[in-house]
């Protein structure tokens, strides 16, 4: 075939970056690479917080004998003892395809089969914050709103925990400076500027939209299956346009707390990216967040000297008491992020504990073992059932975990990744 219309044809603007797939067909080859609602309700929100390696397996877990309402905190559990009554602990689930031991965010929040699309190596599926965000960011300037660590070891690929709903990374922010701004800070461009770019953009996209379409006649099945993928992404951008259209003419809130110190790292980075997703949720600006939360530098601002990779294949020593450290201080953080949940009031004189639902975990175990992730839920968002503790089923699909939640949600789906069911027991 012979055409005009190369990969070299893309858009820029607006974040967006957009160029022809490549298609055997043209010539190209295959490579093998690895508030409130409108009714004056309150929303229900999100958090997911990925924790990448997983836990100390002696001290983490509590006793599977003692379950229910009636069960002791573990170690690694103890600092959430005033929670105690207002969070579940989950263990039994796994995703049943996942077998990557070194991948703890990649398929936590989607139990999508790397290998289910032929010719591929990885494949992936829409995560649940992205579910979240499909049927609750409609009203929000920001539908979803992705968080990482300054340093990610032990989480995988993907730019965030977030996938969209071509299992595609969706990207997230590393920096809280700017998360803080992006959030909080007014636009310097005057409106008919704005105006004018996303216009330009859009008259952009139905250029390429045009060019592409020239190009599908004759187009091999894998080409066609290609080409139908990047119309998708056409789509998404314009979707993305609309929404940045829509809110054009609204300023942004003011802030509810201070613009972040720079450069914070490990424990304090921790406690300023929850700072922000408490305003962010306060200030209605999105309803479904994730985190990937850092390994290395929180180790060291604990003054523990093993790697978070180190760490995870302890033995008892040095490397099992840095573990035991670890999974301490994550308690405490999530202790001090439900404290400030409940301190937050909403104009109903509820609190966004009440209204938010929170899940703490990972796709990793302990070890590198890869069943009985590590899963803790909190929140009122979900209509759970809280303070207890369930031993499911040995391989319990975890994403049966996620569509109770996301039932309990007011979302109205029957399936998520390999869910097989609802987990009835977390039903309040």
Known sequence: ????????????????????????????????????????????????????????????????????????????????????????????????????????????????????????????????????????????????????????????????????????????HNDPVQIFHKLFSADDLPLEQRQAAIAENRSVLDAIHSEAKRVQQGLSKTDTEKLDEYFQGIRDIETRLNKDEDWLDVPKVKAPLEEPE???????????????????????????????????????????????????????????????????????LLARFIDKLKATKETDGSSLFDHTTVAFGSNISSIHYLTNCPTVLTGGGANLKLGQHLVLPEDTPLCNVWLTMLQGMGVDIERHGDSSGIVKELQA
């Open 262 to 332: 720079p450069g914070l790292k490990g424990k304090a980075e921790i406690e300023i990216m929850q700072d922000l997703i408490i305003a962010a949720l306060q200030t209605d600006s999105t309803r479904a967040l994730t985190y990937r939360m850092p390994g290395n530098t929180l180790l060291q601002s604990l003054a523990l000297k093993p790697s978070a990779h180190n760490v995870s294949h302890y033995s008892p020593g040095e490397r099992m008491e840095a573990s035991k450290m670890r999974d301490k201080t994550h308690s405490e």
């Open 1 to 172: 075939m012979k055409n005009q219309f190369t990969r070299r044809h893309f858009l820029r603007g607006a974040g967006a970056l957009i160029a022809l797939p490549a298609l055997e067909s043209l010539g190209f080859r295959q490579f093998a690479s690895a508030a409130t609602t409108k009714s004056g309700i309150p929303p229900k929100r999100a958090v997911f917080f990925g924790m990448g390696f997983g836990v100390t397996k002696e001290t983490w877990f509590p006793d599977i004998n003692k379950t229910g309402a009636d069960f002791e905190l573990s170690e690694g559990l103890s600092p959430l003892a005033r929670h105690q009554s207002d969070l579940t602990v989950v263990q039994g689930c796994a995703n049943r395809f996942t077998n990557e031991a070194h991948w703890g965010s990649t398929f936590w929040l989607t139990g999508a089969n790397r290998y289910s699309v032929a010719g591929q190596n990885m494949a992936n599926s829409i995560s649940v914050d992205q579910v979240v965000a499909q049927y609750l960011g409609q009203e929000t300037r920001f539908s979803s709103l992705q968080l990482n660590a300054s340093e990610l070891q032990g989480h995988g690929p993907g730019l965030s925990l977030a996938w969209d709903q071509r299992g595609k990374p969706v990207a997230g």
